[in-house]
């Protein structure tokens, strides 16, 4: 499915209007992966699906998978239209804008494909329907929730300004170390108790490792991504 908002109908003739255009349309990436990710940890988070459907309208009712790929698509898209947009004579501010934006985007993509990866292991272990473990399971999901409700929050209360300030985005970072160090400490000291063997406990370990970088390296990208849009002329 096409899900361009900003990027189809601009020249990049014009390196302000299209810099400008660019940095909306990546902002709309960000958000449409956050969105793949609470879904792919098997979340449903109405606020962050109002705020998509009220900016962009586009993509309602996709898939995980329509979602993923779409999102790919907007990746190249934009890889290619800042590939034009770099052979114009641009100001510094402008190549500074545009090399942020293109870092976030990698972020964002890497936060995806790592959540994409890890999605059959997190199921199968649901599936084992344990007690003990699926308190475990629970618990990431609870606190993973909670960050992005706060990420959700945090970007409607800003939406009349340029990006998202610097200072709230490293207090929900740490908000996410926290909470997914307790669950991690938590499988530590319970591990005799889940009913796994030695090799599903690394697994789940490295299941507790990959949600918890994906969500910071997110978190990140609009870390990134906000420092960009302070930047912009």
């Known amino acids: 499915m096409e899900i361009r908002q900003y990027i189809n109908n601009v ?6 209007v299209a ?12 958000l449409r992966v956050a969105q793949f990710n609470t879904r792919q940890i098997g ?6 699906d109002a705020l998509i459907r009220q900016r962009y309208g586009s993509g ?11 999102v790919k698509r907007l990746e190249g898209y934009l890889a290619e239209f800042a590939a034009g ?3 114009k004579p641009l100001k510094l501010e402008e190549v500074a804008v545009l090399e942020r934006a293109l870092r976030a985007v990698r972020a964002a993509i890497y936060s995806a494909k790592s959540l994409r990866d890890i999605r059959k292991d997190l199921k199968e272990f649901e599936l084992l329907d344990a007690n003990e473990l699926n308190q475990q399971i629970s618990e990431m999901k609870q606190n993973l929730l909670g960050i ?4 959700t929050s945090t970007i409607k209360s800003k939406e009349d300004e340029k990006g998202l300030p610097a200072d709230v985005l490293m207090e929900i970072i740490g908000e ?3 909470a997914m160090g307790e669950v991690k400490r938590g ?16 697994t789940l370990l490295n299941v507790e490792k990959e949600l918890s970088t994906s969500t910071r390296t997110l978190l990140e990208a609009f870390l990134e991504a906000g420092q960009r849009a302070h930047s912009a002329p």
């Open 176 to 178: 996410l170390g926290e």
């Open 43 to 48: 979340l449903r988070l109405e606020p962050l």
């Open 19 to 30: 810099v400008l255009a660019f940095s909306k349309e990546t902002e709309h990436l960000l």
């Open 11 to 16: 020249s990049s003739d014009v390196p302000s």
């Open 60 to 70: 309602e009712g996709m898939s995980r998978k329509e979602t993923y790929h779409a």
């Open 187 to 202: 499988l530590y000291e319970r591990a005799d108790e889940l009913p796994l063997s030695h090799r599903d406990l690394s």
């Open 148 to 151: 992005y409700t706060r990420l």
């Open 85 to 87: 947009l770099q052979e």
